[in-house]
C-alpha cells in the first residue's frame, strides 16, 4: 500500500518552510537595523568566530554556495567591514577577517540575534530547547549521511 505524499505532512517540507520564514524575520530585521542580507550576517558571524577564515571554510561552515559566499564577501568588503589577508598557509587563497568596523557591526548584531532567538522560543521550555537542538542535530547528521551516500554512488 502506498501512501500518499501530503506536503503539509511531509517533515522535511515543513522543516525548511519553519527555516525559510525564521530565516525572513532576521533578515528583515538585519536589513532594516544593519544593510545586511542573509548571506552576509551569516558571513559576518563566522567571520567573528575565527582569526582568518577562507571563502573555501566558509562555503563548509555556512552551508552556502561559492558563489553566494564569494557576493557577500566582496559586498562586506566593498562595506569595509571585512577584509582579505595573505593566507600563509595557502598562497592561493585569502582570509578574510573583520575590520574594526566589521568588529563593531558583530557587536550589535549579536546581541540582536540572542534576542530574536529569545522571543521566537519564549513558549518553549529550557527542556524542549534543550531536546530541539539535539534533533535538529541528528537530522543534520542523518541528512549529512544521505549526502555521502548520494556522492558515492
Known sequence: MNKRLLLDDFLPYRLSIASNRVSDAIASTYRSLFGLRIPEWRLVTVIAESDGITQQSLCVATRMDKVTVSRGAIALVDRGLVERRANAGDQRSHLLQLTPSGRALYEQVAPKALLIEQELFASFTPGEIDVLRDML????????????????Q
Do not use: F, G, S
Not at 138 to 151: G, I
Open 137 to 152: 542535530e541528528r537530522v543534520q547528521v542523518a541528512a549529512d549521511a544521505m549526502e555521502r551516500r548520494t556522492l558515492d
